[in-house]
């Protein structure tokens, strides 16, 4: 089995700032890419940030200057610091690892469940 759990929501006043951290564990050989998406009410998923192993990074154009994606290795961990937050920014923000799981050769997607983050006017 492999857990992803987010942490680090909440709310903040525009033009704040919050770190987003999310950690992959259980049964896995490798994670590669881990990303995260965010989701507003009564809208689409959307792609907000995603970074290879080797460090390779990718940003939706609404967040790109504002927001930086980062991870450790070494602790399967991904993070996410926002600056210049804006009230558009409010969603549940999650995370996505691909992971290559002991025994399996496919790597598949898993994802965590969310972490609310409410940006204020």
């Known amino acids: 089995q492999v857990q992803v759990v987010e942490s680090g929501g909440g709310l903040v006043q525009a033009g704040g700032s919050l770190r987003l951290s999310c950690a992959a564990s259980?049964?896995?050989?490798?994670?590669?890419?881990m990303g995260w998406y965010r989701q507003a009410p009564g809208k689409q998923r959307e792609l907000v940030a995603t970074?290879?192993?080797?460090?390779?990074?990718n940003y939706a154009d609404s967040v790109r200057g504002r927001f930086t994606i980062s991870r450790d290795n070494a602790k399967n961990t991904v993070y996410l610091q926002m600056n210049s937050l804006k009230p558009e920014d409010t969603a549940v923000y999650l995370c996505?690892?691909?992971?290559?799981?002991?025994?399996?050769?496919?790597?598949?997607?898993?994802w965590g469940q969310g972490t609310q983050v409410t940006v204020s006017s």
């Open positions: 259980g049964s896995i050989f490798t994670v590669y890419t």
């Open positions: 970074i290879s192993s080797g460090g390779s990074t």
């Open positions: 996505n690892a691909n992971v290559k799981r002991l025994g399996i050769v496919v790597p598949i997607d898993y």
